[in-house]
Every structure is written in C-alpha cells, then in structure tokens.
C-alpha cells in the first residue's frame, strides 16, 4: 500500500483479555518500530525490527507485550492480561533502512476497560 | 532513558506570528527530526537533520541542528490556521526518542 496501516483503529477491550494488533509497513522497508503514546505525551519506543528479527526489544515494558514479524512484512503487537494502564494509542512506523526516514501508521487506540 | 526536553508545552499565537520551538538533549544523537501530528494521526515528519550546524528550509519552516548535536530549534514563519497541531523533536541513533511535543494553537 501506500503507507504504513495499522488495524484495528480503535479497540476496547476488557482488563486481563488479549488483544492482537496488527502494522502493515510500507511494501520494501525493512525497519519496522513499535511506539505507544499515551495523551499530551511524546511516542514512547517499545521494538525494532530489521527484518524477520527483533534487533531491539529493550522498550517492551514488561513480558505481557510481545512482538512478532515472521516474514519480513506484517508485524503483530501482542498484549496479554490487558490492564488499564496499557491504555494508550500504539504507533507503527517504517523506514527503508534503520537509518532512513520513518514513516508513521494512523496508531491504534487501545481502551482496557 | 534517554530523554528530549522539548518547549514550550503550548503555544498561543495570532495568524500571522512566527513560532519558535526547541528541544535539547543530555545524549548525542545523529540526526534530528521534527514531526508534526494532527488528531488522530500518526506523526508525520516536517524536516530531517543529518549535519551539525546544519540549517534546513521547508516551505515555511526552517531547522537547526545543533553544534553540539545535542539541540535543535523549529522555525515556522507567517504562522496559517493549518499549522495548529502537536510538533515533536526526535533525536534517532538506531531507535527515535521523542520530546513531549508543543501545541500550537492560533487564535483567529
């Protein structure tokens, strides 16, 4: 596509559940990043990826998220044992390169309720 | 972590005014960026700096990159309605590491 997408746009979810979100990056970028921001704040970095492979997983807060990429391309954030503090809107962006410009997805907004 | 202080917050302006915003750094980075997020958007970038001391221009906007690497300020001249939103510095080694962001509000 012609930029990066992010699906769903919005998910409300119940505290303890698992959510599953999903970054289609732009066809060709190898680097693939994972941000949450929460209101009146700045993107907060949580993974890289180069290819297939995480290069940088040291902003994923704890072992409830993970991320996976296993082709290359999509990539799924995963959150288990939703709590209310993972509240936020999770941003993915892709680059060309690492050292390339990043381009932003529309983010997803997770409610836990 | 590393850390970006960004100011100001917020800005109050009239059309027409010029703004000046700025971030500065405790860490070095190698290039410097500057975003631009409207609600319900993701971030997208305004101006990207590779050389300290480097001056660069975009339409109405112009950014420096600091001597030291550690610093970066955004011109926007003849502020328009258009340029509300929220502006981010990002300093990027390998990962992007953000400023708070200011607002910009323009009064009419």
């Known amino acids: 596509g012609a930029g990066v997408s992010q699906t769903p746009s919005n998910k409300v979810t119940e505290k303890g559940k698992y959510v599953e979100l999903r970054c289609d990056p732009i066809?060709?970028?190898?680097?693939l990043y994972w941000y949450r921001q929460s209101l009146g704040q700045g993107p907060e970095f949580l993974i890289y990826?180069?290819?297939?492979?995480?290069?940088?997983d040291s902003g994923l807060p704890n072992d409830r998220f993970f991320a996976v990429r296993p082709e290359g391309s999509v990539s799924t954030l995963k959150i288990q044992r939703t709590e209310r503090g993972d509240s936020a809107v999770y941003l993915c962006a892709s680059s060309l390169t690492e050292s390339a410009e990043a381009f932003f997805g529309q983010g997803t907004r997770l409610t836990v309720v | 972590g590393q850390q970006l202080n960004q100011s100001p917050q917020s800005m109050f302006i009239q059309e027409g005014e010029d703004v000046s915003m700025n971030c500065t750094s405790s860490s070095i980075f190698n290039t410097w960026l500057w975003y631009k997020q409207d609600p319900g958007e993701g971030p997208v970038l305004l101006i990207a700096l590779y050389k300290a001391g480097e001056l660069t221009s975009n339409g109405r906007l112009t950014a420096q990159f600091g001597i030291t690497r550690k610093d970066s300020f955004l011109n926007i001249s003849a502020s328009i309605p258009s340029d509300v939103g929220i502006y981010f510095c990002?300093?990027?080694?390998?990962?992007?590491?953000w400023g708070a962001g200011t607002k910009l509000i323009i009064k009419p």
């Open positions: 066809s060709g970028h190898t680097a």
């Open positions: 990002a300093g990027h080694n390998y990962q992007l590491i």
């Open positions: 990826f180069q290819g297939t492979g995480a290069a940088d």
